[in-house]
């Protein structure tokens, strides 16, 4: 309910914040992927306090290989890495152990911070594709195996 349920943080994939009958049907929803494609938005807690931050993780696209990264934190934990080191945990995984050819990203066109997240992880501007829960058109990434670098290859710095 603290990310899913914050307009803070689902005014960037949604134009109207859920409701909370919305919040625990996506909740399952996330459940039920796990379940059957062995991928979901995994919740993230910090180590030493416990404290949930938000989410992160994959889920399928319509094309064959490809998986799409996604990531939600809660406001207090913007700006502090965590949405990077989340999802260059998701991409790793998303190569490793599922297998992807390549992963797809999108954002809203005014969050730059996801921007700055995806640009940072390798993922490559390729076009801007219509996301009906914002009916806006939204800047689209893609990573390919091939220049996926690892969980420790450095990674160029951004302003």
């Not at 991928?39 to 180590?47: D, G, H, K, S």
């Not at 076009?127 to 829960?133: A, V």
Request: proline residues 10%.
């Amino acid at each position: 309910m603290q990310a899913w349920g914050d307009p803070r943080v689902t005014r960037f994939i949604l134009a109207e914040p859920y409701t909370e009958t919305q919040v625990r049907e996506r909740l399952e929803q996330e459940t039920q992927r796990q379940v059957t494609h062995g991928m979901q938005y995994w919740p993230i807690f910090l180590r030493v306090s416990g404290d949930f931050v938000g989410c992160c993780g994959l889920r399928p696209r319509p094309s064959p290989g490809v998986l799409e990264l996604g990531f939600l934190l809660r406001p207090k934990y913007w700006g502090k890495g965590l949405a990077s080191e989340a999802a260059q945990a998701a991409v790793a995984h998303g190569f490793a152990a599922l297998g992807a050819g390549a992963l797809f990203a999108g954002h809203h066109p005014k969050n730059d911070g996801s921007r700055c997240v995806l640009l940072k992880l390798g993922f490559r501007p390729t076009h801007l594709e219509f996301y009906p829960p914002t009916g806006l058109q939204h800047p689209s990434y893609l990573l390919t195996r091939e220049d996926f670098q690892g969980p420790t290859a450095p990674r160029p710095k951004f302003p």
